[in-house]
């Protein structure tokens, strides 16, 4: 078994020199770079590994972040995670995941959030009431934590999400420029906290580029199943030529995919009979047939930066990496709210209307 004096032997230093700069202690005792250099090489050469668990129960700090929330099936959930994930090891962070896909688990992953002794959570797609309540044991708790792409307002806890708004009101002036009047718009499911904010922003977009909106050129889906979205594109594309919409923004990449089968199966050409954009760019867009145009959200930027706020957020000397020295992060201001932009990307889904 390595001990501390096998390390001070080989290092030539005291075995308090080698505890102070194992434990991340160095800088209080001014031990030279040079000397903690002799120590870290020598410990590595004889094939010591920290226990970090061992550092937490003696320090309180478990250098671990909690990602609660999200269905880690959704391909922009684990893109944000994969940013969320590179951030946290950038800065000698764990990341523990939380999942969760009834409300009841949300409560429980939660607790464990806390039992685990997480130095910040990053809550991802929760329900108002989860929201709330993770706030109320972060308070507890005395811990950050963020939202990620979940627009519940807290006035103390940052936010990182898309800029929705800009997002939708690009997609309608892009179909209007290309001649299209009759725009219709396919949400999810209001349990949603994001359809509801994305529908209103479609209104207020239709209204700014002087177009009427008709509630029956809105249709309902889901983000996550199909048979819904189903019947939404059916709503909408059954009807005659001069009723039938020539546009549709949809709100998730996946409603779009659904809405062109369905026009398919109808008889309709897209884009020559009807228009079809997307929102989010996710593989499938460039895998529809034809290629869908769509609103990219930056998922993996969205995940880092959720990191970030929760490093920022720390108290001092918390944010510590594993050898004592502080995370860049902390350093710098960062906006208590993040919409990152939206960006168009045109494919061939979308066309001028049908003369």
């Known amino acids: 078994m390595l001990r501390m004096s096998d390390i001070a032997r080989r290092a030539g230093v005291s075995q308090s020199t080698v505890s102070f700069v194992l434990n991340g202690r160095d800088t209080a005792v001014r031990i030279s770079d040079k000397t903690r250099q002799k120590v870290l090489l020598a410990a590595d050469e004889l094939g010591y590994r920290q226990n970090q668990l061992a550092r937490a129960m003696r320090t309180g700090n478990s250098q671990m972040l909690g990602f609660l929330g999200g269905d880690l099936c959704d391909e922009h959930v684990g893109r944000m995670l994969d940013g969320a994930l590179q951030e946290a090891e950038a800065h000698g962070f764990t990341l523990k995941i939380l999942p969760h896909r009834q409300e009841t688990e949300g409560f429980a ?9 997480l130095m910040g959570v990053a809550a991802l797609h929760l329900p108002r009431e989860l929201v709330h309540h993770l706030h109320e044991e972060s308070l507890h708790c005395n811990r950050p934590m963020v939202l990620l792409d979940t627009p519940v307002p807290l006035a103390d806890v940052p936010q990182v999400a898309t800029d929705d708004a ?3 009101r690009t997609g309608v002036k892009h179909l209007v420029e290309l001649g299209h009047t009759r725009i219709a718009l396919v949400s999810s499911s209001p349990i949603s906290v994001l359809a509801p904010l994305r529908e209103e922003a479609f209104r207020r977009a239709m209204a700014e580029v002087g177009l009427p909106f008709d509630e029956a050129n809105l249709a309902r889906g889901n983000f996550s199943l199909r048979e819904p979205n189903v019947i939404a594109a059916h709503a909408l594309l059954d009807r005659s030529a001069g009723e039938r919409p020539t546009g549709i923004l949809c709100l998730g990449d996946a409603i779009a995919a659904t809405v062109m089968q369905v026009a398919s199966e109808l008889g309709l050409r897209v884009p020559h009979d009807v228009s079809v954009l997307g929102f989010g760019d996710l593989n499938i867009a460039a895998l529809c047939n034809p290629p869908l145009t769509t609103l990219r959200q930056p998922f ?4 880092r930066l959720a990191v970030r706020h929760l490093l920022h957020s720390l108290p001092p000397g918390e944010g510590e990496d594993t050898n004592g020295h502080f995370n860049t992060a902390q350093s710098g201001m ?3 709210t993040a919409h990152l932009p939206v960006e168009l990307v045109v494919r061939s889904s979308c066309a001028p209307p049908p003369v």
């Open 109 to 117: 992953a939660i607790r464990r959030s806390s039992e685990l002794r």
């Open 166 to 168: 800009g997002g939708v």
């Open 300 to 303: 993996r930027q969205m995940g």
């Open 334 to 336: 960062l906006e208590d």
